[in-house]
């Protein structure tokens, strides 16, 4: 049996392709990089929509229903905010989200795009002690995102944040995907099916590495060293964050796409500097992991420029994984809705190799 489904096609995919071999991410016929810093989110939606939703609108409609939706979501989840609060950030999203409609139309994919935006700035600011900001039905999402985050964005930093959206939007089949297919094929909802999907990004092998990696780089910056923090780090058996990635054998594509997002940013926010004290970082740990571990190619991830982007744009740490959900929502709807139309019941095989009863003559 393969290790973890490793090499198992479990699907067929109009959506997303990723090449570990080459290092190329192809999202619907399109390269990473004809659509980072090129393309808006919206427009990556109605990409990844197209063809699964009968009434989808063009792109200026699309945002506009992406804006009424926001509202919606807000209405809706405001008399929760409350409860949520206490919980942890992510944990207070996923429960927010809960409460949405569980059906298959339009209007409910809309909801759950809007939905992260939405709870994550609220309930930051209820974790400050500020009161949430309603949506802007008329602004662009990722700008109205950071809005109700800071009561004002910057274009410059609207801009990152879209595209940070836009690049994280699918990836693939990874676990978070897959369990979203596994719950759309028994035809539940599209609610149901994208909550198995926060559900498999919460752990922190797939979507918790971010946050990791601002603590790295804090505590990397207190040492003065970078080479032999690292490098005890790794005698010690942990896990460098931010690199390395079970597809890939090369450099993530993503994280060359996010950190030309960093460096455009120039000096704002003291992000110029922090780049280039990253850019550090990175070139010493991958000499570090180069040594250590001769056997392998363990290159740069998207989680090492993800967590300074994230970072640059105002999210604390905590939030770094409610913002990946944010963007790759879009991919789970629509790799529930293809998983949907297949009409066919994800139903692997197990192997027992536990103890056999004696049977009776």
Same mark, same amino acid.
């Given at each position: ?9 479990a ?9 570990g ?5 192809t999202?619907?016929?399109?390269s ?11 427009q ?5 929509f197209?063809?699964?939703?009968d009434?989808?609108p063009?792109?200026?409609?699309l945002?506009?229903?992406i804006?009424?939706?926001?509202l919606?979501v ?13 919980l942890?950030?992510?944990s207070? %999203?996923r429960? $927010? ?6 059906? #298959?139309?339009? *209007? @409910? +994919? /809309?909801?759950l ?10 309930l ?17 999402h990722?700008?109205d ?5 800071a009561g ?23 676990a978070?995907?897959?369990?979203t ?18 559900g498999?990004?919460k ?7 971010p ?5 790295m ?5 207190a040492?003065g ?5 690292l490098?005890?780090?790794?005698a010690?058996?942990?896990?460098? %964050?931010?690199? $390395?990635h ?5 450099? #993530?594509?993503? *994280? @060359? +796409? /996010? ?5 455009q940013?120039?000096?704002r ?8 004290f ?12 180069r ?6 190619s363990?290159?740069t991830n ?26 790759r929502?879009?991919g789970?709807?629509a790799?529930?809705r ?8 994800i ?7 536990g103890?056999?009863?004696d049977?009776?003559a």
């Amino acid at each position: 049996m393969a290790n973890g489904l490793d090499d198992v096609v479990a699907a067929d995919t109009v959506l997303s392709d990723v090449d570990g071999v080459g290092g190329h991410l192809t999202i619907r016929g399109h390269s990473l990089a004809e659509l980072a810093g090129r393309w808006r989110y919206t427009q990556v939606v109605r990409l990844l929509f197209d063809g699964f939703f009968d009434d989808l609108p063009r792109d200026a409609e699309l945002e506009k229903a992406i804006g009424k939706a926001r509202l919606e979501v807000f209405d809706r989840v405001k008399p929760l905010l409350a409860q949520l609060a206490p919980l942890d950030i992510y944990s207070g %999203m996923r429960a $927010g989200m809960a409460v949405l409609p569980d059906g #298959d139309g339009l *209007a @409910d +994919a /809309l909801r759950l795009i809007a939905a992260p935006a939405v709870l994550t700035p609220a309930l930051l600011r209820l974790g400050r002690g500020e009161t949430p900001i309603a949506p802007d039905a008329k602004a662009d999402h990722a700008g109205d995102m950071l809005r109700m985050l800071a009561g004002a964005a910057s274009p410059a930093l609207a801009k990152a944040l879209d595209s940070y959206l836009v690049t994280v939007c699918d990836h693939g089949l990874n676990a978070s995907t897959f369990a979203t297919r596994v719950v759309a094929s028994t035809q539940a909802g599209l609610t149901s099916a994208i909550l198995a999907g926060l559900g498999a990004l919460k752990g922190p092998l797939h979507g918790g590495a971010p946050g990791p990696v601002i603590e790295m780089l804090d505590a990397i910056e207190a040492s003065g060293d970078a080479t032999a923090w690292l490098s005890n780090e790794i005698a010690h058996g942990e896990r460098i %964050m931010g690199f $390395g990635h079970r597809i890939y054998r090369v450099r #993530d594509p993503r *994280a @060359d +796409a /996010l950190k030309a997002v960093v460096r455009q940013l120039g000096s704002r926010n003291e992000t110029g500097s922090r780049l280039a004290f990253a850019e550090t970082v990175e070139q010493a740990a991958l000499d570090v992991l180069r040594i250590a571990k001769p056997q392998r190619s363990i290159q740069t991830n998207v989680e090492f420029y993800t967590a300074l982007l994230l970072e640059a744009v105002g999210f604390p740490k905590e939030a770094f994984s409610n913002v990946f959900a944010a963007g790759r929502v879009a991919g789970w709807v629509a790799h529930a809705r293809e998983q949907q139309a297949t009409g066919r019941l994800i139903r692997p095989q197990s192997r027992y190799v536990g103890p056999v009863p004696d049977l009776v003559a």
